[in-house]
């Protein structure tokens, strides 16, 4: 079975990357084909042509060299500035929070001022997350994020994620209140399996959401339509997971060459469930062998793309033998994505403030079991001060190496660094 899957992973891998790739090829091939076309050159042309040849080796050389130790900088100013933050700092940035969670304001935020520079200053959190409510017209919501962004990098010259989800369709805060491009559901593109059509909605929405300021989406879902029941419905490309992998690609891809951060979601997969997280526990029986069979190839297909996030559901799923929500599972999380799918980029947990996680968890218990299961960020605690001081707490009596803290945030910047965000 494990080498059936790996071939399997290794196919959806292979396809995604020709599918998304073909214009590249394309390119190569006329490339080719002129180079062709001037063969029948004269002795003193091809002395010239080894010349150059030679000159553009050592460029290229040179040039990889200044690549190696520029990345080599980066990761020393990355440790360096980790080394430098408090274990208090360090775990705020394990956070993205709503504006209202983050301030503490009794109502819908709307700007950001005062109020939300005194928050940054306390709770220096790693991002920002914002509904359909928080975003009244274009201009209001380019002001908003700019101002937050500025606090965050003048208080700390480590700026934030501003995150939203839009997926397009029936999930998409900025098209329904903005007046940005909207489209279907990807149950609609799903069933043509055009992988181009994929990576324009990327491209499209990355470049509306980058305008206004944001810099992470919480998209595309990756789940298989497996059961007619799940709460997901129409928001999943297909039921078949070579098209959810092939197409979640186009739109991972697509959203991070306009710049914008993209996120699986809700691994394991929610697809053959019939629950609804939101309200409770969700229990799927779905044996390892089944999630290698079709959930675990549609994900793959993303991360064969280079996902920069991939958001881990709240789903009890029988196969992980541990009874636990997917985000607090060391089994899901570290065996499953990061050690079988070999994801190696910034996992998050769906929201906790959703009954799932409400209903038989403390805020700062469901964070510190999800860092302890190998999560880097936490979605929207219940209570933030509550659930900071836990993991603060955890660390100091050994519940949590602070080590493992340190990885994250180590990821959590190098990322930020990627994207422009540390100063």
């Known amino acids: 079975m494990k080498k059936t899957t790996a071939l399997w992973y290794g196919t959806a891998a292979a396809l995604c990357v020709l599918l998304i790739g073909c214009r590249s090829q394309n390119i190569s091939d006329s490339a080719a084909t002129r180079h062709a076309g001037n063969a029948d050159s004269s ?31 980066e990761a020393a100013s990355v440790s360096e500035r980790v080394q430098q933050m408090t274990l208090e700092e360090k775990v705020c940035q394990k956070f993205i929070v709503t504006p209202e969670s983050l301030t503490g304001f009794n109502g819908t935020v709307v700007a950001a001022g005062d109020m939300t520079r005194t928050a940054l200053e306390t709770y220096p959190v790693g991002g920002l997350i914002y509904f359909s409510a928080n975003l009244e017209t274009q201009e209001q ?9 500025n606090y965050a990098q003048e208080l700390s010259g480590i700026g934030v994620f501003l995150a939203v989800d839009e997926e397009g369709g029936t999930v998409a805060r900025a098209a329904d209140s903005l007046g940005t491009t909207a489209f279907s559901d990807m149950s609609v593109y799903g069933a043509d399996a055009d992988t181009e059509k994929a990576n324009e909605i990327g491209s499209t929405i990355g470049n509306d959401l980058k305008a206004l300021g944001f810099n992470l989406d919480f998209a595309p879902v990756a789940d298989v339509n497996l059961n007619s029941k799940n709460e997901l419905g129409n928001r999943i490309f297909s039921s078949d997971p070579a098209v959810v992998a092939s197409m979640s690609a186009g739109v991972v ?27 409770g526990s969700v229990y799927i029986e779905r044996t390892l062998e089944e999630l290698e069979q ?6 793959q297909g993303g991360i064969a793309a280079g996902a920069d996030f991939v958001m881990v559901g709240h789903q009890i799923t029988s196969g992980s033998g541990d009874n636990l929500p997917g985000d607090l599972s060391a089994v899901v999380v570290t065996q499953w994505l ?71 945030v180590t990821k959590i910047l190098t990322k930020k660094e990627k994207s422009g965000l540390l100063s």
């Open 43 to 73: 002795p003193a042309d091809a002395s010239s042509q080894a010349a150059n040849s030679d000159t553009q080796e050592a460029a290229s050389a040179e040039n990889s060299t200044e690549a190696a130790e520029s990345s080599s900088q």
């Open 141 to 149: 919501t380019r002001e908003m994020l700019t101002n937050t962004q």
């Open 253 to 279: 891809t697509g959203l991070q060459n306009s710049g914008v951060c993209a996120t699986l979601k809700h691994f394991p997969g929610l697809g053959a469930g019939d629950g609804n997280t939101h309200r």
């Open 294 to 299: 079709a959930e675990f190839p549609a994900f």
């Open 338 to 408: 990061k050690n079988e799918l070999g994801f190696q980029g910034i996992v998050i947990t769906d929201a906790q403030n959703m009954g799932a996680i409400t209903a038989n968890y403390s805020p700062g218990e469901a964070a510190v079991q999800s860092f302890a299961a190998g999560v880097d960020i936490v979605l929207m605690p219940d209570d933030l001060p509550e659930a900071v001081d836990a993991v603060v707490k955890a660390v100091e009596n050994g519940t949590l190496e602070e080590s493992s803290i340190d990885e994250s």
